[in-house]
């Protein structure tokens, strides 16, 4: 069989995984194959018999046998601390194991004849998108949590090229079709800055990138939206219609944890997808005069129903977190003096027309503006991120990123009997990820009269404010040690934006690399999502 370069969208409420057929072009994985859904339900059901099934055979599952276990939203719930997994999951399962066997089933397994190993071939390398919030905050454990599970849990250590920020997928995949686009027409491609905004079942995320050259991407700016309790987009929003429709017939809420209100659940985003036409259509008329429309029925689901007024309320919390991150990307655009010459919208909840309103609402723009590009449907849009992954798997659109924090040491080393403390600078915030693939080395060097070094970590989060310094939670074993030996530090961040910290002994060129990532988080205890303006320094 074939091997492929792949590019996986593992989202919150849907995956895709992406390949480039033999002529070249992208397409989506259907799961299950031939003709199964190529947006799968990022859902799981594991049976009494020890059968596990995932995807859309999973939620039907769960909607008509309330003793079959199910998870949904378990993307989501990785960056939690291990004490809250118990919230959630129930025995042994945790989102870390849950999120394995799914991603087994999907992309790897040999039991199932649906995964994509078994159905299109061999895996040679694949992209991974996560949020934006999580390459952003150095406190999310849900980056390095995927990181390692793709790589030791699924095998795929050496396939595993990255993990790459959602909308920064979508600009290479907008990039490469632009560009495919003006080639065929005979046309200059576009050349500029796109602000891509991303929507979907847990976060929002927004990058303003630099369009340039042959397919070249460059990350100008980003920001998002994240929160614990799935309050900022598409699932809130499902959840929060569903309970309004139930509460408005029985009078009283009903538990998310049952099988009726996953049925529920089910059902109204089935509706939801297949009505978007008609539902566009009403929701453009209870813009356009909401006073006379609002009573009018939006949805039917199930035996429910719900107005136009009732969704416009649902919506609103998202709104505000919107219109936060928004008003991020319009400050730093006025005082770098950026234009935004393209928005994109991607990520299926980026669909939905109460979204578009808010982000034009918030941008000061009319939603016909021709900055927004028109020319992608909605497959286009759903799929970019997915596309664009597997795009960089394929090393056709090279994304250029940056490392925002600075991070630095605090090496104390024994010399003539003297303990000797440095404060040592090894990454400078705002380097491009290229610059900092090997070790960057400082240029002292150090003698230690002991086989270790006691090292303190710090790090100024995006590079300003206060230094956050903890000591490593195990001292650093020096290689080649022996008498007069010198030695120095340095630090590279990987593709996937985690960082490791390295010690290399000067004659021998002999190095020991330790891997940062979950250290740097566990400094910040209690914080899954990372605001700027509600960060605390006192916590620390």
């Known amino acids: 069989m074939s091997s492929y370069k792949i590019g996986l969208d593992f989202g919150t409420t849907n995956s895709i995984v992406s390949y480039l057929t033999p002529s070249g072009d992208l ?19 594991y049976h009494s018999d020890g059968d596990t099934e995932i995807g859309t055979p999973a939620r039907t599952a769960a909607a008509h046998d309330s003793s079959v276990e199910t998870y949904g939203n378990f993307k989501m719930r990785l960056p939690l601390k291990e004490s809250e997994f118990g919230q959630y999951f129930s025995g042994d399962r945790t989102p870390i194991s849950v999120t394995i066997d799914y991603l087994r089933e999907l992309l790897i397994s040999n039991e199932n004849d649906y995964s994509f190993s078994r159905e299109k071939g061999e895996i040679a390398s694949i992209v991974v998108s996560v949020p934006e919030i999580w390459q952003r905050d150095i406190r999310n454990l849900g980056r390095e949590r995927l990181q390692e599970l793709i790589k030791k849990d699924l095998g795929l250590e050496k396939q595993l090229i990255q993990l790459v920020s959602e909308p920064v997928a979508a600009a290479a995949y907008y990039t490469w079709e632009t560009q495919r686009r003006a080639k065929a027409k005979g046309t200059e491609p576009f050349s500029g800055n796109i602000l891509v905004c991303d929507m979907g079942g847990g976060t929002f995320d927004v990058s303003l990138c630099r369009i340039y050259g042959d397919k070249k991407v460059e990350v100008l700016y980003f920001h998002g939206q994240g929160d614990k309790g799935l309050e900022s987009a598409g699932v809130a929003f499902d959840r929060r219609v569903v ?3 139930y509460t408005k017939k029985h009078g009283k809420s009903l538990d998310e944890n049952t099988a009726d209100f996953t049925s529920l659940l089910k ?4 509706v939801k997808i297949g009505s978007h036409v008609n539902a566009t259509k009403k929701l453009t008329n209870y813009l356009d005069d909401p006073d006379d429309t609002a009573q009018k029925e939006a949805y039917k689901f199930s035996g429910y129903a719900v107005t136009l007024g009732e969704v416009n309320e649902a919506f609103a919390p998202i709104s505000q977190g919107i219109k936060k991150v928004i008003n991020k990307i319009i400050a730093h655009t006025q005082e770098q003096g950026l234009a935004i010459d393209r928005i994109f919208l991607v990520g299926g909840f980026c669909q939905f027309l109460l979204v578009q309103k808010a982000i034009t609402d918030a941008l000061g723009i009319v939603r016909n503006d021709p900055r927004i590009d028109q020319t992608f449907n909605i497959t286009n849009s759903a799929y970019a991120i997915s596309y664009g992954a597997c795009l960089i798997a394929n090393g056709l659109v090279d994304p250029t990123e940056k490392y925002i924090h600075t991070l630095g040491i605090g090496l104390r080393s024994i010399i003539a009997d003297q303990k000797v403390q440095k404060e040592i600078t090894l990454i400078e915030g705002g380097s491009n990820l290229d610059a900092l693939a090997k070790p960057n080395f400082c240029t002292e060097s150090y003698q230690t009269a002991e086989s270790q070094m006691f090292v303190s970590l710090w790090v100024q989060i995006n590079s300003k404010g206060k230094r956050h310094q903890e000591l490593m939670p195990q001292n650093i074993e020096v290689p080649n040690h022996q008498s007069g030996a010198k030695y120095r530090a340095g630090m590279k961040v990987d593709r996937s934006q985690i960082a490791y910290l390295a010690i290399e002994e000067v004659s021998t060129k002999k190095c020991v690399e330790y891997e940062l990532g979950n250290i740097l988080a566990k400094m910040f205890p209690g914080y899954v999502f990372f605001d700027e303006d509600e960060f605390d320094d006192t916590i620390i």
């Not at 397409?27 to 799981?44: C, H, L, Q, R, T």
């Not at 059902?267 to 089935?270: A, G, I, P, R, T």
Request: hydrophobic share 30%.
């Open 267 to 270: 059902d109204f985003e089935s």
């Open 243 to 245: 309970q309004q429709a």
């Open 27 to 45: 397409e989506a994985f259907p799961y299950p194959p031939p003709n199964g859904e190529k947006y799968v339900p990022s859902f799981i059901a």
